[in-house]
């Protein structure tokens, strides 16, 4: 069986088609572009999910929201028993500490930074709590990612692909040399032939 992928240009869609790569997983993509000026999703996304919210995949008629909840059930259901830790294992703690942390605690400086960004001088008195919040986050999962990037284990896991979309804000945001493991751990994921050939079948994403 197919699985329908509800693909938006520069969004965290984009680590769910690497993960289907690394899987190997048959899928084929409905794609959707942000408005060049807004930046703000397509109204047609509302067709597929109430909110307009992007990724979400259809499987076999079960149709599957939210980044965390489409990593763990890919991996479950699609071959990536090899990318979830033991349940029994500390490890497995940890996964879910960083699948948590990386659309939860970390997401949230992320987005006020993007939005206040887009404001300008409107957003000055908020951006320096702004910036310390964001630089805070990016300092924790710097000081946490081992020394072979990876956020769990010694190979890569669920985790790092739910990590992967806050790294790269992190280094487009230029804070690659405050933060090297996650830089390269960045530039780990994207010499992935798997990350490749996603990009390829996703279109445009950042500047990369």
């Known amino acids: 069986m197919t699985i329908t992928v509800h693909h938006l240009n520069n969004s ?5 088609l690497w993960l289907l790569e690394e899987l190997g997983a048959d899928y084929e993509i409905i794609h959707y572009q942000r408005d060049a000026e807004s930046n703000l999703a397509p109204p047609e996304l509302k067709n597929a999910h ?3 919210k992007s990724p979400l ?4 008629g079960l149709r599957v929201a939210e980044s965390g909840a489409i990593i763990q059930y890919l991996c479950e259901r699609h071959g990536g028993e090899s990318w979830l830790p033991d349940p029994k294992s500390e490890d497995h703690v940890r996964h879910l500490e960083w699948m948590q942390f990386g659309e939860s605690s970390f997401f949230v400086p992320v987005m006020l930074k993007i ?4 404001l300008g001088d409107a957003a000055a008195p908020l951006m320096p709590r702004v910036d310390e919040q964001f630089e ?14 990876h956020f769990v284990g010694n190979d890569w896991s669920a985790a790092d692909v739910m990590m992967s979309f806050p790294a790269e804000i992190a280094v ?7 933060a090297p493991k996650l830089a390269k751990f960045v530039e780990a994921i994207h010499a992935r032939p798997a990350w ?3 990009r390829e079948r996703g279109g445009a994403y950042f500047i990369w």
């Open 115 to 118: 939005y206040a960004g887009r």
């Open 12 to 16: 965290r869609s984009q680590r769910i």
């Open 57 to 60: 995949i259809e499987d076999d």
């Open 196 to 198: 490749q050939r996603a």
């Open 136 to 149: 805070a986050h990016v300092k924790f999962a710097e000081d946490n990612i081992s020394d072979d990037l």
């Open 172 to 178: 487009m945001q230029g804070y690659g040399e405050k």
């Open 50 to 52: 109430p909110l307009g």
